[in-house]
């Protein structure tokens, strides 16, 4: 059984974030993430703070630059089929849809989305690790199967998310509420490197709630789309995945691209330098073939997870011309 | 006798279909009694060690806790083995696997029994872990059972390889890997044990192989048979899984309730499970072959290392059907095959669905493929001209007698998936990135346990004053559909209805020992025992019925619930009335039917003999679609085409061919258990993947029936042989397309991208590598001084 | 007497937990459980400091006081004797604890009671008609759409849930809508079927 924690229902994000000052407390939204690792004794909590109930964390919305605005709590159902994201923003309907299980979908939230715990088995497991204070990546010399290619410094995790890769392809920005005001970032600035910090995957401080993402007006030649590699067909870890979102000039060619890679590193992962090989350029085997070769540039596969290079190129390739 | 059957054959309902659908079947952990206690097994820290000491004092005194035991306390016998008894219900000196249990306790909750483990104290030294069946044989390795870790060598032989391969053109040599696999059934093992009104106790749980488990309870408390009753809780899978590990959870249960005088009931978490439980083995097979220009084979030679774990299980009985089937159902004078089992300091392995013959039928049917393509000729054409057919000798030297049907299956599969153009086709196809292949697997099968051991079993069927039927047997009903079947044949035999019957779950007090219900024997063995059993009480109630209408008992029959006159087709009484007339006149209503299975030899010198009284023959057809440049697989179409002698119920028996297909695809493509340096490395489903609903392909079943005197109406096996051919059909069609060759399943990603495991890549973690089991041994010693 | 009893100070740090037959519990985590509660069997526990949480399941109106770390599970099973739910792996990664909460298919093991508190839930109890079967338990049981039956309950909601929001799923919506749950025996042939006949049933 889940060790004993104590529990507060706060009715506003004010509340919530008050709950959240005192030490040891953790936030449950849709709780997916959250039991399995209390369970796991990935982590403890003396605190459960459960803003599952707070309205002001829900809802899709137009928002008056015609951009759109996703509260935290959405659920990845919601966002695999809302109308609005399957036409605009298809990347990330594809990206949520694409994760877990249906009844995993129904529960888990977009905010639990972006800020899960990694999946290493050796951080879930009961390995004293660096991620957990510890002084050894276990990884390193064990079995590093489902481990990073790309940005492992000392600890060699990937991001877990579906949806952060499709959000930083497509311009996403994070809202922030805690105890000091309000911040808006760009996700692509939310996760934080294990080079910068071993002992955590984002920027939230403790009495900090993610309270919504938003999207920039979709361009109006743009095309987006997230496809992913996994071992099996379903209810599934990424092994690979990739995100991209183009806009087209009106000769087909590539005004403005973003490539954004998931389960190949700490964070979901842009090649900026495929970005710009790509602007300019009309998508072909040619062109699509290139930025791929340059998507897994420096690539430094560990001694099991080499087939991930392969798979990185290969999807880059493919998510390319399905966008032609 | 076709089309005579009114039951036999039919799309009957299951009999236990309404409580599955409802929810309001009875799993072992549904069951809770008053004031039970929790049960909780501390287990071992380590994968190879000596235990020092352990201290229990400070679990004792916990609050809410009632018992705690360690091997000491054991009154009877703390071994047991169904074939080497050197398993320990908890462990005494040493710990030889990490799911060893050490000590037991029992309290009021889950939660105090979990903090009692914790207060355990147990000192340990450590001693070398051996992880490798190959290395656990070579000299010097650490020793796990006495003075070797060999404790099985099988072979067969027959004629002279020596000389084979001197008439040879050309030989053909290989290794193959396969792994370690999780049984993986939903429901995590359960038992409540309950302390018996005359002494003794009272068990019920997700029991698979009741008798077995009753024997060792016996023995552990030192009492007779006749005063442990196991009672089989209806069960959520067990593919073979839920053998020894039910029986030491039995015994461990038993032995608290009998310290306690409470009822306990002990429950694994998923975690639990697959710690503790035993897997499929893996096989390292080398396999070298001589052959003709023609295809003739003229040699086989055979070595085949079995990864045996901690303990033998049954070891010795899995690589024994590995040893009759090493060579396949193919003609070739001259064998040499020696299966070798290994102990190491990984989970045991022991009985899974296949029993030994998934991993053999890997290397079979990929050797036949690579020598078709030396030949220069279609996989379908290299199996035509080498398969048996009737009146074939085997491997061992047996004639076989039955209808032998593998070419009928064979072009059946093929036919079915259009197996020969597509061949030729995907082979000559250009190398874009995804290619398509087609592949062929092929198999012969011994029924039931054959010369493995004593074969017999007793099912019983007891008809009541108002024509319903009881049935009970010793054969025990994993999901399988056994219960149903043998429902079907009493209600065939009785001429009944088949909702007149209630089957009664095994209960070793309520039936005779008939075996564990293994190699799927259930509807053979079972079967053949319900038919004896109705027929007998068919025989009273016939004659009572003659007694009744003055028919002569030959002009009388029983069916659609009534009593008829065969000639007339008058029907003279019902069903109900003749047993209440029955019933009034003091005749016995009641059959006990037993059947034991024909004659089987094995001479183990030798390595020849009579293996099995019969055999199934079956084959499997897979499409794939290879992506060259990822390595991922997708099986497209896939045909399975079984000759069952006879499906008892056709519903069920294509339930067994799609399920059997689904778990050999995970064995082919996705799943492997991986234990580093004796520490496994998933434990739960999130890790430890299994075929969801998105991977598995539309399977076309074919059934095949040439019936088999053996057999019920000429039923034989299906569980089994289901399983055991998908994972080389994907593999050769995996070669068709890409045109490199697995030789190690499962064929993930990057065996199919570049047909071996990748290497380290440069500088990092290679100096670290070599540190690593240090570190593991580390990290115990760091848990180790927590407590 | 009682008080030579050491209590129960902390959960076990070992034992049940996932993974922990090996590698270090760190010195912090222990520290924290020692700090915390004595945990206590049923029957000891002072349940009269429990949130109290009312819950509608399969129609009835439940009032219960839970612990907070109580899942939808552990309630429906141990406290109400809803036993047809069942446990398989206990973090959402098999299905076969499957309900609908609100009409939406969850896993009751990955939901705290609290979490349901004011909702509707439907367990595979509440699909029968009275005596009768529901229209999709009906449906798995003509189409033979289980073997063991271990996920059976959880089946039979995930497809209560699917024709709920899609009345006439085609093949490969039925394919998606029943990824959420495991059945080894690989039934998923006959499940598929039968979720097609109970969509036919439903009408």
């Excluded at chain 1, 791929?292 to 087939?307: L, V």
């Excluded at chain 2, 020092?52 to 018992?67: F, N, P, Q, R």
């Excluded at chain 2, 070398?128 to 070579?138: F, G």
């Excluded at chain 2, 990984?346 to 990929?366: L, W």
Aim: glycine fraction near 10%; include cysteine; charge should be neutral.
């Amino acid at each position: 059984m889940i060790p004993k924690f104590d529990y507060v229902r706060p009715d506003s994000l004010r509340q919530a974030i008050k709950q959240l000052a005192a030490s040891g407390t953790r936030i449950h939204a849709g709780g997916t993430d959250l039991l399995g690792c209390l369970r796991d004794r990935v982590f403890t909590a003396d605190k459960v703070v459960s803003i599952g109930g707070l309205s002001e964390l829900g809802g899709i919305k137009r928002a008056s630059d015609g951009g759109l605005t996703i509260g935290a709590l959405t659920t990845l159902a919601q966002l695999a089929s809302d109308p609005v994201i399957l036409k605009d923003y298809p990347a990330l309907a594809q990206g949520a849809l694409s994760a877990a299980s249906p009844q995993l979908r129904n529960q888990g939230t977009l905010g639990g989305n972006l800020c899960q715990r990694p999946r290493c088995w050796y951080f879930r497991g009961d390995f004293h690790c660096l991620r957990k204070g510890g002084n050894l990546c276990y990884a390193v010399g064990g079995r590093n199967d489902y481990h990073c290619i790309f940005g492992g410094d000392a600890c060699y995790i990937v991001h877990p998310s579906d949806t952060a890769p499709a959000l930083v392809a497509l311009g996403a920005r994070v809202h922030i509420n805690g105890a000091n005001g309000s911040r808006t970032i760009p996700l692509e600035s939310f996760f934080v490197p294990p080079g910068k910090d071993i002992t955590r995957e984002n920027v939230l401080a403790p009495n900090e709630i993610l309270t919504n993402v938003s999207l920039p007006a979709p361009a109006p030649n743009q095309r987006s789309s997230y496809r992913k590699m996994r071992a099996r067909g379903a209810w599934d870890f990424a092994l690979a995945g990739v995100a991209l979102s183009l806009r087209f000039g009106v000769g087909g060619e590539v005004e403005g691209a973003r490539v954004v890679l998931s389960g190949v590193a700490p964070m979901p992962w842009r090649v900026a330098e495929a970005e710009k090989a790509l602007t300019g350029k009309r998508i072909t085997e040619d062109t699509a073939r290139a930025a791929a070769e340059i998507c897994i540039k420096g690539a430094e596969p560990m001694e099991y997870n080499g087939y991930k290079v392969n798979l990185v190129r290969a999807l880059v390739e493919e998510a390319l011309l399905a966008l032609r | 006798m076709v089309g005579k059957h009114k039951i036999i054959g039919k799309p009957e309902r299951r009999v236990d279909a309404w409580g599955k659908v409802t929810g309001k079947a009875k799993y072992a952990e549904d069951y809770t009694v008053g004031h039970q206690l929790w049960g909780k097994v501390l287990r071992s820290k380590y994968p190879h060690a000596k235990i020092l000491s352990i201290d229990t004092s400070k679990a004792s005194e916990l609050l809410g806790v009632e018992a705690v035991l360690t091997a000491r306390e054991i009154p009877g016998s703390n071994v047991f083995g169904i074939v080497v008894k050197n398993q320990q219900i908890l462990a005494d000196e040493r710990v030889r696997f990490l799911g060893d249990g050490v000590a037991l306790v029992a309290a009021k909750s889950k939660e105090i029994a979990d903090h009692a483990l914790a207060l355990i104290d147990v000192q340990y030294e450590l001693l070398p872990v051996v992880s490798d069946p190959e290395e656990a044989l070579r000299p010097g390795a650490p020793l796990i059972h006495g003075d070797t870790n060999e404790f099985v060598h099988h072979k067969v032989r027959k004629g002279d390889v020596a000389k084979g391969f001197a008439e040879a053109d050309f030989t053909i040599e290989r290794k193959f890997k396969t792994q370690f696999v999780e049984h993986a059934y939903i429901e995590p093992e359960a038992v409540l044990a309950e302390p018996a009104e005359q002494g003794g106790v009272k068990i019920t749980g997700s029991v698979q192989n009741l008798f077995s488990s009753r024997r060792s309870v016996a023995e552990a408390l030192g009492i007779s048979l006749n005063r442990v009753q196991i009672i089989q809780s209806t069960l959520g899978g067990s593919f073979g899984g839920k053998d020894e590990v039910m029986t030491s959870m039995c015994c461990r249960a038993a032995l608290l309730a009998g310290r306690t005088g409470k009822p306990v009931k002990m429950v694994n978490t998923r975690e639990e499970s697959m710690l503790e439980s035993y897997k499929r083995h893996p096989y390292v097979l080398y396999y070298k072959w001589g052959a003709k220009k023609d295809g003739t084979i003229t040699a086989m030679e055979i070595r085949v290392v079995a990864d045996g774990g901690a303990y033998a299980s049954m070891s010795p009985f899995v690589t024994w059907r590995s040893v009759v089937q090493a060579t396949g159902p193919y003609y070739c004078e001259n064998v040499k095959t020696d299966v070798y089992a290994a102990y190491t300091n990984n989970n045991y392995t022991g009985a899974m669905r296949g029993f030994g013959s998934p991993q053999v039928d890997f290397a079979i049917e990929s050797m036949m493929d690579e020598l078709a393509e030396a030949v220069g000729v279609t996989p379908l054409e290299i199996r035509m001209k080498n398969g048996f057919e009737g009146g074939a000798v085997t491997a061992t030297g047996q004639k076989l007698a039955h209808t032998v049907s593998l070419k009928e299956v064979l072009s059946k599969a093929a036919q079915e998936l259009g197996f020969e153009e597509k061949w030729r086709r995907y082979r000559d196809a250009k190398a874009v990135a995804k290619r398509r292949g087609v592949g062929l697997a092929c198999s012969y099968r011994g029924v039931s346990l054959g010369a493995e051991g004593v074969d017999a079993a007793q099912t019983t069927v007891s008809v009541q004053t108002d024509g319903s039927v009881i049935v009970s047997s010793g054969v025990t009903d994993m999901g399988q559909g056994a219960q149903t079947q043998m429902a079907q044949i009493t209600a065939e035999v009785l001429g009944i209805s088949v909702d007149r019957i209630q089957f009664l779950n095994t209960n070793t007090s309520g039936v005779a020992d008939s075996g564990p219900t293994v190699a799927s024997r259930g509807t053979v063995m079972g079967g053949l025992a319900a038919k004896n059993a109705a027929e007998k009480v068919r025989a009273t109630l016939l004659e009572v019925g003659s007694e009744l209408t003055g028919t002569p008992v030959d002009a009388l029959d029983l069916a659609d619930n009534y009593l008829v006159n065969e000639r007339t087709n008058e029907r003279l009484a019902s069903f109900g009335e003749l047993t209440a007339a029955c019933f009034n006149k003091g005749r016995p209503m009641i059959g006990l039917g037993w059947h034991k299975a024909p004659r089987t030899s094995w001479h183990e010198e030798e390595g020849k003999g009579d293996a099995y009284f019969t055999f199934v023959y079956g084959a499997n057809a897979a499409e794939v679609e290879v992506d060259t440049e990822t390595g991922r697989v997708n099986v497209i179409d896939f045909v399975s085409v079984h000759d069952v002698g006879k499906a008892i119920n056709r519903a069920m028996v294509t339930g067994q061919m799609c399920g059997g297909v689904a778990m050999g695809l995970g064995y082919g493509l996705l799943e492997e258990f991986e234990i580093e340096a004796g520490i496994p490395k998933q434990l739960n489903f999130d890790e430890y993947l299994i075929p969801t609903s998105m991977d598995v392909p539309r399977i076309k079943t074919v059934i095949v029936e040439n019936e088999d005197p053996a057999g019920p109406f000429g039923a034989k096996s299906v569980g089994e042989p289901t399983n055991e051919l998908a994972a080389p059909a994907i593999v050769n069609a995996i070669y068709n397309a890409t045109g490199k060759r697995v030789y190690e399943i499962p064929a993930n990603l990057e065996r199919v991208f570049l047909g071996h495991k990748l290497t380290r890549h440069d500088k990092r973690g290679s100096e670290q590598k070599n540190a690593f089991d240090a570190v593991m041994v580390e990290s115990c010693k760091v848990r180790g001084g927590s407590e | 007497m009682e008080k030579k009893k050491r209590e129960v100070r902390n959960e076990s740090s070992t034992g049940m937990s996932r993974r922990n037959f090996l590698g270090t519990v760190s010195a912090g985590a222990l520290g924290a459980t020692i700090a915390r509660p004595v945990p206590r069997a049923s029957g000891q526990e002072d349940s009269g400091n429990l949130p109290q949480v009312t819950i509608t399941i399969n129609g009835r109106v439940h009032q219960l006081r839970v612990e907070p770390r109580w899942t939808l599970l552990y309630v429906l099973r141990d406290k109400l004797g809803l036993t047809g739910t069942k446990p398989g792996c206990e973090r959402g990664e098999c299905g076969s604890c499957t309900v609908l909460i609100d009409g939406v298919t969850r896993y009751s093991c990955l939901t705290l009671a609290l979490e349901a508190d004011g909702r509707q839930v439907t367990t595979v109890e509440g699909l029968m008609q009275g005596e009768q079967l529901g229209p999709v338990q009906r449906a798995f049981l003509e189409e033979d759409g289980f073997q063991c039956g271990y996920c059976t309950p959880g089946q039979v909601m995930s497809a209560e849930g699917l024709l709920r929001q899609k009345p006439n799923p085609t093949i490969d919506e039925i394919q998606i809508g029943m990824s959420g749950n495991l059945c080894r025996c690989g039934a998923y042939d006959h499940i598929f079927k039968s979720v097609r006949r109970a969509a036919e049933l439903r009408k």
